[in-house]
């Protein structure tokens, strides 16, 4: 089954103690992204991937770190979690850049006391 | 910049009437443009796009979306509404031809409501 996933799917943590969010997709994709959604602020767009060892800041980079050494997998990496972290994150990947519609991933909610 | 605004926040419609979820967007160059819908506690999902060619645009579950290039909008319809339509939708756009084209660039959603 073609699909993007997340891990974990829930994650409560204190400020300061660096994090991974893991996100892998079956589908050869070449675009990867991550977001973040708050209420009555929508999906902004954290990082980027245009492929394998290509990345790029979206809208709202800061305080987060992103790789992209394998095609199928685009860890989100929360070096010093702050509360103002807390959101709704989601993975999501698409052929390419262009045309193509995006796949998302469950969600991940990350909570930061 | 690009941008997509979703002016109203909810959208209330009585079953089997037509529904309309408006969007506008604001780009430099010529745009590519999405609407996905979001479930309870669920991920996005595509319902359609525009690329080039019909501005008429159907997709999933019987919407359809008319791109206006001269009022910059995308707007999302469907002829008679269902209660399992509710949900949240958001319209997306990247301008293909500008500084943003590896950005997709969300509107901040629109919940529908079907009412019974």
């Known amino acids: 089954e073609a699909q993007v996933t997340q891990n974990p799917r829930y994650l409560i943590t204190v400020t300061g103690k660096k994090l991974t969010v893991t996100c892998s997709q079956n589908?050869?994709?070449?675009?990867m992204s991550w977001y973040r959604q708050d209420p009555g602020l929508g999906l902004r767009q954290i990082y980027y991937s245009m492929n394998v060892e290509v990345t790029d800041k979206g809208d709202v980079p800061e305080g987060y770190k992103v790789s992209r050494k394998e095609k199928r997998n685009f860890p989100l990496i929360l070096e010093s979690p702050s509360p103002n972290q807390t959101s709704l994150y989601f993975c999501a990947s698409s052929f390419n850049s262009g045309s193509y519609e995006q796949y998302f991933g469950p969600g991940t909610r990350l909570t930061v006391t | 910049a690009q941008s997509v605004a979703q002016p109203e926040d909810q959208v209330n419609v009585a079953e089997g009437n037509p529904l309309t979820v408006k969007c506008t967007y604001s780009v430099s160059g010529n745009p590519y443009l999405f609407w996905y819908v979001q479930y309870p506690n669920r991920g996005l999902q595509f319902l359609l796009k525009y690329i080039t060619g019909d501005n008429l645009v159907k997709g999933s579950y019987g919407f359809e979306a008319e791109f206006n290039k001269s009022q910059t909008s995308f707007h999302l319809k469907k002829p008679s509404a269902l209660v399992s339509d509710s949900a949240l939708y958001f319209c997306?756009?990247?301008?293909?031809?500008?500084?943003?084209?590896?950005?997709?660039?969300f509107g901040k959603g629109t919940k529908l409501s079907v009412i019974p």
């Open positions: 997306a756009v990247r301008d293909i031809t500008g500084a943003g084209s590896y950005q997709l660039t």
């Open positions: 589908m050869n994709h070449e675009y």
